[in-house]
């Protein structure tokens, strides 16, 4: 989703940009990811590959999860340093951060706590990553690796199937699925009280170019998210208004919902400058508008 984003809204004074798929290159290869960054010796790499999906698919693969996220991470990080890339943009996630960490979520509270059980291996991968990044940075003089961390996201390309969707491609396709059956209540996981920061992927993808531009200013390790949460009754909500969906909404309190809230805080992308513009509703009807056009 967010590479797919990045092309489809370049930057102003756009570089040339080379997007392998992975047809053309599985980063799980460690040779292969050597061969490819040698021969384009690339200036700047934005690392935003990896094994990605919702709390099913995250309890259901721990294993996969850890293990690719740490094997491609690691994997570009060495190689783009050893092509001779002075700049890596790699993504981590907000799962990074300790279950009991106080909201909003600042930068520095990394690894002060335990994780959330339901991603620990793809937040321990991430973590791996981030720092391994931090001791390549520190022990060379010119090579960089930068972690933005964004909140959740949502978009075009976002998934939209059962099993690897995350909350908002989920709620819209539920949601059209039971106006499209007549259905006269829709099932929410967990209580609704939860809160949780989504951000659309067109204000990520700003930022992304943008790090591109000014990353010597850009902090080692910095949030992007638009700085306010909502419930997940709000979600719904807001959602059935947008897909038309006029039922009710029953709750399923044994289904595991994750962390109470997950708020990054957005004070240091706020001092380097940038803030999210797209509003929730305007965001989901984008969202909407491509979940139709692509279902
Ligand atoms: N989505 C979110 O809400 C969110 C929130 C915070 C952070 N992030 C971070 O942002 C980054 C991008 O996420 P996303 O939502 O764009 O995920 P995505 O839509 O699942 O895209 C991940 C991409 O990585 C590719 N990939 C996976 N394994 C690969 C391999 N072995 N070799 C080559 N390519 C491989 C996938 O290829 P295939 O299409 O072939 O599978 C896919 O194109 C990730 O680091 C994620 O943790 C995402």
Redesign the pocket.
Known sequence: ???RNMLAHPAGDMPDVLAP??SE????DENAVRRYLHDMRPDVVIH?????GGIKANMADPVGFYL?NLQ?GTNVLLAARDSGAKKVIN?G?TCMYPRHAENPLVETSILTGELEPTNEGYALA?IGVQRLGQYLSSSSLDFEVKTII?C??YGP?D?FDELNA?LIPAVLRKLHLAREQGDEAVTIWGDGTARREFMYVGDLTGLLWRCCSDFDRLPPLMNAGIGRDFSIKDYYEIAAEIVGYKGRFVYDTSQPTGMKQKLASSELAAEWGWKAKTDLHEGLTRTYEYFRANQ
């Open positions: 989703m967010v590479g798929s992975r290159l599985d980063l799980t935003a590959a990896g094994k990605v690719q491609i993504l996630s991430k964004p959740n996201l390309f998934k995350h």
